[in-house]
């Protein structure tokens, strides 16, 4: 039997709409966005990862997602960007995974995106200055996100020991430049919520 089993290790940045910090990471999606809807694009550094036989390392990827209300009711709209240097293996293993086909950490997916827009390939980049991360999809997403400090003006002001699907611990942070251009929707979020992820997913 052919292994399916799949890992991504790295790390995402994700800016949305929300004018303060995102409430779906507190409430695990039972509380609703700052504007009552998410329109959010996630950039995802694999610095290690594969499924079954297929090496995945080294490869970066974008996402976007709208999500019309609770992000626990579902009927989400998604659509996925693959970096160009990925293999024709590579790009249909992410498929499988985004889709949530792949189980695992994302098996979410499969029942909470009703609307997938599909897989384009692009390339991508993603960065760290200083403590910016910068993501860029050239004319389709140009990031610039930057951590908030906390009290400890070294440290970064993370939430801890959380139960949202996508890590554990999330380091709140602002945009300082979020432009998306793609699938007929034209965002900016300057200024606006984001998060910094240590990526660690697994499955099935």
Not at 2 to 27: H, I, Y
Not at 55 to 80: F, Q
Not at 144 to 157: L, N, Y
Request: hydrophobic share 40%.
């Amino acid at each position: 039997m052919a292994d399916r089993s799949w890992t991504l290790k790295g790390e995402l940045v994700l800016s949305c709409n929300c004018t303060v910090f995102c409430p779906c990471v507190l409430s695990l999606g039972y509380h609703p966005p700052t504007e009552g809807y998410c329109q959010t694009w996630a950039g995802f550094r694999i610095d290690a990862g594969h499924f079954g036989d297929v090496d995945l390392s080294g490869l970066n990827l974008g996402l976007v997602m709208e999500i019309p209300g609770y992000m626990s009711r579902g009927n989400w709209t998604a659509g996925l960007f693959v970096d160009e240097r990925a293999s024709i293996y590579a790009q249909k293993a992410f498929g499988k995974i985004f889709s949530g086909k792949a189980g695992g950490t994302t098996a979410l997916l499969s029942i909470l995106v009703g609307n997938f827009l599909g897989i384009e390939r692009a390339p991508i980049s993603y960065a760290i200055e200083n403590k910016t991360r910068l993501f860029q999809i050239p004319d389709i997403i140009d990031g610039a996100v930057t951590p908030i400090r906390g009290k400890d003006r070294d440290t970064d002001t993370v939430i801890s020991n959380s139960e949202y699907w996508i890590a554990p611990e999330i380091t709140v942070a602002r945009s300082d430049k979020s432009r998306m251009r793609a699938f007929g929707r034209n965002w900016n979020f300057v200024g606006r919520s984001a998060e910094v992820c240590k990526l660690d997913w697994r499955g099935p």
